[in-house]
């Protein structure tokens, strides 16, 4: 260790702090009357590599981003944590974006995609092939996204204006990515699709977005609608639209590798 | 309070189930550091008092998201710099660093090192002004790192950066803490 670094260990010994203030009673006090902090788990059956359960749709994670506002923070509750992703009940959500832009990524073939994921692009047979597919490459494995444009059967999605939007990237690769801010009025349902474990996230309009360590980027910030998020092996897929659950299921279960 | 050696994983772990009195056991083991930290950061002992008492509080109401097994001290530690963060841009002016007298040392220094047995008073002062005079991201990680004696990881935590970036932070802060003391004749 050179000197200096020896002198500054030695005078560490000798700043002199303000008292430390006895902290123990009033958070006690604080606390007495609080839940127990209890988070509901998904227990995946294959430890880390099954454990994520995220899903993709807009944004990579590049921007700058900034803590949560105390007010926000201060009311969120976890109501599911994954490793690649956590949902969180808010009684003040952020505020809502009104119009989500759809950066998807750049444009591809589905065999161009599946040369550039580190997965296999799962297709939906009960809708055949989307009418466009983006891949993005920043994210860890690749990001694919298949957008179907409205038809009968898939209405105008308000918030990303497209029939279904269809996200798939590995969640194992991405530890805790995705992060879903959602209001008392939006339900959270763990559901077992064909043994795979899902959640459905439904009833109000819900908040989502991409960061590291539970901070928010203001651009990343994204309403979403009806969301079934899936795992299927190590592929996170994430299947928004204005669907019912029971349309949202019946996509998951006829996803097929491309 | 239980008198007994702290086991930290099991009070979290009771913590996680509701149990406060467990979870006021982990606030009083931390409690000194937690404080400094946010002390350092907000340059303010009642902003850092309330900081660190919201980043406990907060830290329990999240802890369902805290990893079994997991190290503890550098997630707590990250929650008490976001809460003092977040009151420095309101605070006024930062209470500088300060050294005791000569031959005082910390009140959990029983033993004097041979290191702080060899620093002499004015060394110190000097030192300490050298310190003070560094840009924050320089003195930040200085202080983080060999005047409170933290981990790289609980720096890191602190910092808000990677280890990678601790590591060579705090090798340009020496560098320029050197500078200080070549240009303030130390």
């Known amino acids: ?258 | 309070m239980e008198d007994r050696p702290l086991d930290e994983p099991a009070l979290i772990e009771r913590a996680k189930r509701g149990d406060v009195a467990a979870y006021e056991r982990i606030v009083s083991e931390h409690q000194t550091i937690a404080f400094r930290t946010a002390w350092t950061i907000t340059g303010s002992a009642a902003d850092a008092e309330e900081a660190a008492q919201d980043a406990f509080v907060n830290a329990y109401r999240a802890l369902g998201r805290f990893r079994s097994g997991a190290p503890f001290r550098p997630w707590l530690l990250r929650i008490v710099a976001n809460e003092a963060r977040n009151r420095r841009s309101a605070a006024g002016r930062r209470q500088r660093l300060a050294v005791r007298a000569a031959g005082e040392r910390r009140e959990d220094d029983a033993v004097p090192s041979p290191e702080s047995a060899l620093l002499g008073s004015e060394r110190r002062r000097e030192l300490l002004a050298a310190v003070e005079r560094l840009g924050e991201a320089d003195r930040e990680v200085i202080v983080c790192r060999h005047l409170l004696e933290l981990s790289e990881a609980e720096t890191a935590a602190v910092l808000g950066v990677r280890r990678g970036t601790v590591k060579s932070r705090l090798s340009r802060g020496l560098a320029r803490l050197r500078g200080e003391l070549e240009a303030g004749g130390g």
């Open chain 1, 1 to 258: 260790m050179a000197e200096l670094e020896r002198e500054l260990w030695a005078l560490g010994r000798y700043v002199e702090y303000p008292p430390t203030p006895a902290l123990d009673r009033p958070v006690r006090e604080r606390l007495a009357l609080e839940p127990a902090p209890r988070r509901p788990r998904l227990v995946w059956p294959r430890g880390r590599r099954a454990a994520a359960l995220a899903g993709v749709v807009v944004l990579g994670a590049g921007a700058t981003a900034y803590a949560a506002s105390e007010s926000v923070r201060d009311a969120i509750r976890d109501v599911l944590g994954l490793e690649g992703a956590t949902i969180q009940r808010s009684d003040y959500p952020p505020p809502a974006p009104t119009q989500r832009r759809l950066a998807l990524g750049e444009p591809a073939s589905l065999a161009g995609a599946s040369r550039a994921l580190a997965f296999a692009p799962l297709v939906p047979s009960e809708l055949g092939d989307p009418d466009r597919l983006f891949v993005r490459r920043s994210v860890r494995g690749g990001e694919l996204s298949l957008v179907y444009l409205p038809r009968p059967g898939l209405p105008r999605t308000a918030t990303t204006g497209v029939g279904l939007l269809i996200g798939e990237f590995r969640g194992d690769l991405l530890g805790e990515y995705l992060h879903k801010i959602v209001g008392d009025a939006t339900r959270v349902e763990r559901l077992r699709i064909d043994g795979s474990r899902a959640a459905w996230i439904a009833g109000a309009p819900h908040f989502f977005f991409y960061g590291d360590r539970g901070t928010i980027a203001e651009s990343e910030l994204q309403l979403a609608e009806n969301v079934l998020l899936v795992e299927r092996d190590d592929v996170l897929v994430r299947i928004e639209g204005a669907l019912g659950r029971a349309a949202a299921v019946r996509i998951a279960r006829s996803l097929r590798p491309s």
